[in-house]
């Protein structure tokens, strides 16, 4: 069957520290990722996107990486800040306007 | 980017009822989508909502449990009808705008928490 996965059980890290996220996936051939992060009682909100021919693409502190090999994505937010903490979604486009969304790992960043 | 908003923000229903839920947005879109978000769930697909057709439903929903209008371009309704526990969850809307260089990134509005007695 088709399925995301994502660490489920919550990453807390000190402040200053690389927090490392990891989205696996099994039978999709996603054209590309996209990382949202959802802070509670909000919508998700989009923040980064791979696409199936690139290794790796930042934006400020974020650097994602996609590898269609292993069929994985690490997300990564260098100098982490507690306001970096939140739940951290991945997705992937399976259809011309469908996503599905990993359930998400809920960063703690400590100060 | 879009700025959209739901109403209402949450909710608690009684078993039997049904609730309408509205999304609102800044501009005209015309990619508009259904989710609900179970507790510690990813966010599902219920439906695809475009302006002058009747919506697309994913497997698993139903138009007659989740109906949805699509009046214009900047507006949506879902219903949740004849509720039961087990649709208590989170409904968010969200839409594509499709703008240059964008193209791929969804906005969704806040949410609305929904619980069932």
Redo the contacts between chains.
Sequence with gaps: SQK?EQNSEALNIQEGKTATLTCNYTNYSPA?L?WYRQDP??????LL?IRENEKEKRKERLKVTFDTTLKQSLFHITASQPADSATY?C?L?TGT????????TRLKVLA | SAV?SQKPSRDICQRGTSLTIQCQVDSQVT?M?WYRQQP??????IA?ANQGSEATY?SGFVIDKFPISRPNLTFSTLTVSNMSPEDSSIY?C?V?PGTSGRV????????T?LTVL
């Design positions: 995301i590309y996209q009682g909000r919508g998700p909100v989009f996107l979604l997705a486009k306007y469908k996503y599905i969304f990993g359930t998400g | 959209i990619m989508f510690g769930q990813s966010l599902t697909l695809t994913e968010l969200s594509l791929n990134e969804q906005f969704f509005g806040p949410g928490r």
